[in-house]
């Protein structure tokens, strides 16, 4: 199989829903090269933004604003690198700048934070880098208490304002789920192979 180069693919949506799970099943495909970059934001290419993610997982920020604003620096920190993977190869990206918008403003900046300066500085970072294809998983597996309704809903806002490149991952089984990630890119004319 063969990901056109320059293509980005998005695996988006709420935490414990197998994004990362289908990171590793697909990254572990028969590619042709130029193969694939797979990989997940914040924590990205570099040691500083791996660094970073690892911090930030491991202990617990007193403000929202902060964790999304170093969330959005790894972003940025990392983009380089991606620009430069997209000249040459595909990425398939564990989460992306919805996640900012979705966890950030929706999961409690939204009425906190002046709205155009946050919409603001997440596109100032993401402009020029659009996806192909976004995955878009709104079904946990497990419970996570991230993961509240107000979340979901800004997944679904997103999703309506850029329907005609977004899919939404029906529930099934993991290897169920990756034959249809694949099937999708196919249709798209993104995976040949």
Same mark, same amino acid.
């Not at 999304?68 to 000249?87: D, G």
């Not at 709205?115 to 998983?137: C, E, H, N, T, Y």
């Given at each position: 199989?063969?990901?056109?180069?320059?293509?980005?693919?998005?695996?988006?949506?709420?935490?414990?829903?197998? !994004?990362?799970?289908?990171?590793?099943?697909?990254?572990?495909?028969?590619?042709?090269?130029?193969?694939? +970059?797979?990989?997940?934001?914040?924590?990205?290419?570099?040691?500083?933004? !791996?660094?970073?993610?690892?911090?930030?997982?491991?202990?617990?920020?007193?403000?929202?604003?902060?964790?999304?604003?170093?969330?959005?620096?790894?972003?940025?920190?990392?983009?380089?690198? /991606?620009?430069?993977?997209?000249?040459?190869?595909?990425?398939?990206?564990?989460?992306?700048?919805?996640?900012?918008?979705?966890?950030?403003?929706?999961?409690?900046?939204?009425?906190?934070?002046?709205?155009?300066?946050?919409?603001?500085?997440?596109?100032?970072?993401?402009?020029?880098?659009?996806?192909?294809?976004?995955?878009?998983?709104?079904?946990?597996?497990?419970?996570?208490?991230?993961?509240?309704?107000?979340?979901?809903?800004?997944?679904?806002? /997103?999703?309506?304002?850029?329907?005609?490149?977004?899919? +939404?991952?029906?529930?099934?089984?993991?290897?169920?789920?990756?034959?249809?990630?694949?099937?999708? +890119?196919?249709?798209?004319? +993104?995976?040949?192979?």
């Amino acid at each position: 199989m063969r990901l056109r180069p320059g293509a980005l693919i998005v695996l988006e949506g709420i935490d414990r829903s197998g !994004k990362s799970t289908q990171r590793t099943a697909l990254q572990a495909l028969d590619w042709s090269d130029p193969k694939p +970059l797979f990989t997940h934001l914040p924590s990205g290419v570099t040691e500083t933004t !791996k660094a970073t993610y690892r911090l930030l997982e491991e202990h617990r920020l007193a403000s929202d604003l902060s964790r999304q604003l170093f969330h959005l620096a790894c972003h940025a920190e990392n983009l380089p690198t /991606l620009r430069m993977a997209l000249k040459e190869r595909g990425i398939v990206l564990d989460r992306w700048w919805w996640s900012t918008i979705a966890y950030g403003w929706y999961g409690g900046l939204k009425g906190r934070v002046e709205k155009d300066s946050f919409f603001g500085a997440v596109d100032m970072v993401w402009r020029g880098v659009d996806a192909d294809l976004i995955f878009l998983f709104l079904s946990p597996h497990a419970e996570d208490k991230n993961n509240a309704d107000s979340i979901t809903a800004g997944y679904e806002f /997103l999703r309506s304002r850029d329907s005609a490149r977004t899919v +939404l991952v029906p529930q099934r089984s993991s290897e169920q789920t990756t034959e249809f990630i694949v099937s999708e +890119l196919r249709s798209h004319g +993104l995976v040949n192979g």
